[in-house]
């Protein structure tokens, strides 16, 4: 069987989980991979064969995506001349982490998809949602961006029988834990500068920010900011007392594992966060709308509070390759 891996490049999730699957589906299969997007810090162990401009987000400075600069970076010529000529048919499936231009190509050439992903948890009704929904995105995130023929959904929980638990990095399930005292944050959504301001008012803490805005470790009173790496980032994470980040999945889930204690903040106007936030705010996660002045009594609050551990479980990783498998034979 001859499949094509096709991932998402937009964020560190994707890339992050297909790291982890890939040698376990290589073990089963032949398989090729693909790329598309171009905003990541994760390096891949293998050498994509295809690799597209595809489509991606950029983040703002307040708490959400930068429109503008994302716009800028929209090719819709080139992403249908790539759909048009990407050679989906020299495979038997597709497996789609997200990633619209394979997805495209193979519905055009009749050729089978399994979405492999945490947006492909959405296609079961059991998963949480918040008490705002979007339909429109909802519909979209299952039929327009990246169209399946058959999924297996990730997600903090096993919500649905097709749906499994969430995939953690090698590093971080042999990582030796420890409480060193300081907070780690990851907020790309935000700038620097806000979030300088408002964690430098709690002086009795330490506070790690990881930035995709510099380029070199700065700080500012009891405040180190840090450029995005993968191994800084999950050395601070193992050794924090707690982490802030965004509603993204990947980074919630990991905290979880860990056994961290966590504020999630999703980005205003990214309904896949939204509703992330709302499965965790089921299982008693804190969670905040916004950085505003009312958010300070919150994180206060949050850090006098005695550790509530909440921990995930992980799925191997060999399970969900077996899984795929199972599936892409009855295609």
């Not at 705002?132 to 990730?154: C, Q, T």
């Not at 995939?167 to 300088?196: C, M, N, W």
């Not at 002045?293 to 921990?311: D, G, N, Y």
Request: hydrophobic share 40%; with cysteine; glycine share 6%.
């Amino acid at each position: 069987m001859k499949l094509l891996y096709a991932i998402q490049g937009t964020g560190n999730g994707h890339i992050g989980r297909a790291i982890e699957i890939a040698p376990h589906l290589r073990a089963l299969a032949e398989v090729d991979f693909l790329i598309s997007g171009r905003s990541r810090e994760l390096e891949f162990p293998y050498n994509f064969k295809y690799s597209y401009h595809g489509l991606s987000y950029y983040f703002g400075r307040r708490g959400g995506v930068d429109y503008l600069k994302s716009f800028r970076y929209l090719r819709p010529f080139q992403l249908w001349k790539d759909i048009q000529s990407c050679p989906v048919h020299s495979y038997d499936v597709i497996i789609n982490d997200f990633e619209p231009i394979s997805a495209w190509a193979a519905r055009r050439n009749n050729i089978p998809v399994i979405a492999l992903s945490h947006q492909a948890s959405f296609f079961s009704d059991k998963v949480p949602l918040p008490r705002w929904r979007n339909k429109l995105f909802e519909y979209g995130m299952k039929h327009w961006v990246a169209p399946s023929n058959d999924y297996v959904g990730i997600h903090y929980k096993a919500y649905d029988d097709q749906i499994m638990s969430p995939i953690i990095r090698k590093e971080l399930v042999e990582a030796q834990l420890s409480d060193l005292g300081h907070i780690t944050v990851y907020l790309p959504a935000f700038g620097d500068q806000k979030l300088i301001r408002l964690f430098s008012e709690f002086s009795r803490y330490q506070w790690q920010v990881f930035s995709k805005k510099c380029t070199s470790l700065y700080s500012f009173e009891n405040v180190q900011v840090y450029p995005v790496s993968k191994r800084g980032y999950a050395e601070s994470l193992v050794s924090s007392h707690g982490l802030i980040t965004g509603g993204g999945f990947q980074a919630t889930s990991e905290a979880l594992y860990l056994g961290k204690k966590l504020v999630a903040i999703p980005m205003f106007d990214q309904y896949e966060q939204k509703c992330n936030a709302a499965a965790l705010a089921e299982l008693g996660v804190t969670v905040l709308p916004n950085l505003r002045s009312k958010s300070e009594s919150v994180i206060k609050k949050w850090l006098e509070a005695p550790a509530t551990v909440i921990r995930l479980s992980r799925s191997e990783t060999s399970e969900v390759a077996k899984k795929i498998i199972e599936i892409a034979s009855r295609q």
